[in-house]
């Protein structure tokens, strides 16, 4: 927040402490134009619709309440609660480690309560969510798994009411050569990558469709966009995890949920540090790896409101990949 003065006073030393509710001021050094500044001060706040304290040399001037709240901040204050997730109820998968982690710490930050699952860091697992207490709690469950799928989803909804949103993040890599390329592997990848969202969309739509309202994001790839030698299998699941998305946004769109795919690019996580800096840094216009928490941001953008008339949709967070 700005503030001007104005009036004649030079050489007085004003203090002020300031934030959304009100203002203290204090006048320190002269008494030169005390009265201006006081009445200019006075001018802007009444403007501005903020109240505050006034002090001269230590001396309790006063208090001016505001006449009304003025439009610019009922429009801020509509805007945060707009991107705001206070108390929402989100389910991430694979939020141990990595960008699903960022995600579930983003939104516990932004005022969500956040249920994640993990498949086998414990220790991980347990240190995020002793981090969040009361808001966030972790699952173990492999994202293959139906029947826990639905289990935990009923849990949170016996708990909490509801299911607000739901992210698929969970994802593993097998890369090969397609000639080389095992049936385990070719499984293994579209199992967890896209079977894993089908299992866990299909449960959270059901207590979706009952509130007529939710929205989910799969964490895609640009893989699945662009097409990677050695990753067929990761290609083929993150571009069925695209038309999953424009598909499922169809059907469910007349319900008030919303349904949503991210596409990263190269992301600083355990799945990229075996990669070498020539494999991506000529290629990338920003010149850099993402973090995980430039995913979360997008991701937390999805989830609440200030997405409400996006549907469908993949957003690419590359940083200007060729
Ligand atoms: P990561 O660091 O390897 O973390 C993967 C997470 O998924 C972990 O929490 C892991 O749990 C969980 N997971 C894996 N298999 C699971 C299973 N069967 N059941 C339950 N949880 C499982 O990966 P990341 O880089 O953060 O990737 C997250 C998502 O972004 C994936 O879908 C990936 O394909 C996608 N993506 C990543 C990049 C990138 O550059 N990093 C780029 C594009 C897309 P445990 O810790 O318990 O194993």
């Known amino acids: 927040m700005i503030f001007f003065f104005w009036g004649d006073a030079d050489d007085a ?4 402490d300031a934030d959304e509710e009100g203002a203290s001021f204090t006048i320190g050094k002269s008494d030169e134009g005390f009265g201006n500044l006081a009445g200019a001060v006075n001018a802007l706040f009444e403007v501005q619709g903020l109240p ?3 002090r001269y040399l230590g001396q309790d001037m006063g208090f001016l309440p505001p006449p009304h709240p003025p439009k610019d901040k009922l429009l801020r204050r509509k805007f945060a609660h707009m991107l705001s ?4 109820v989100i389910l991430v998968t694979g939020g141990s480690r990595g960008i699903g982690r960022a995600i579930v710490e983003t939104l516990a ?3 969500a309560i956040v ?3 993990y498949r086998g860091s414990v220790e991980a697992a347990q240190s995020l969510a002793q981090a969040h207490p009361e808001r966030v709690w972790p699952y173990q469950a492999d994202v293959t798994d139906g029947a826990r799928a639905e289990a935990i989803i009923d849990e949170l909804v016996k708990k909490y009411g509801r299911l607000d949103g739901l992210v698929n993040n969970a994802g593993i890599t097998q890369d ?6 095992t049936e385990a592997q070719w499984d293994a990848v579209l199992q967890t990558n896209l079977k894993g969202p089908f299992l866990y969309t299909k449960a959270a739509l059901k207590p979706m469709l009952r509130q007529r309202q939710g929205s989910i994001v799969n964490i895609s ?8 030698p050695g990753q067929a299998n990761y290609a083929a699941a993150k571009a069925g995890l695209i038309a999953f998305t424009k598909s499922l946004a169809k059907e469910v769109g007349s319900r008030n949920i919303r349904v949503n795919a991210i596409a990263p690019g190269f992301i600083q996580t355990d799945m990229t540090t075996h990669l070498p800096a020539e494999a991506w840094q000529s290629r990338i216009a920003l010149g850099r790896l993402g973090q995980p928490s430039e995913v979360a941001h997008v991701c937390a953008f999805l989830l609440s409101d200030l997405a409400s008339y996006i549907t469908g949709e993949v957003i690419v967070v590359d940083g200007g990949l060729q």
């Open 52 to 54: 505050f304290a006034c």
């Open 115 to 117: 249920a994640f699952t």
């Open 85 to 88: 997730l206070q108390d929402k």
């Open 176 to 181: 090969n050569l397609l000639l080389r390329l």
């Open 109 to 111: 930050r932004a005022g």
């Open 221 to 228: 790839s640009i893989v699945g966009i662009t097409g990677n």
């Open 13 to 16: 030393a004003v203090v002020f």
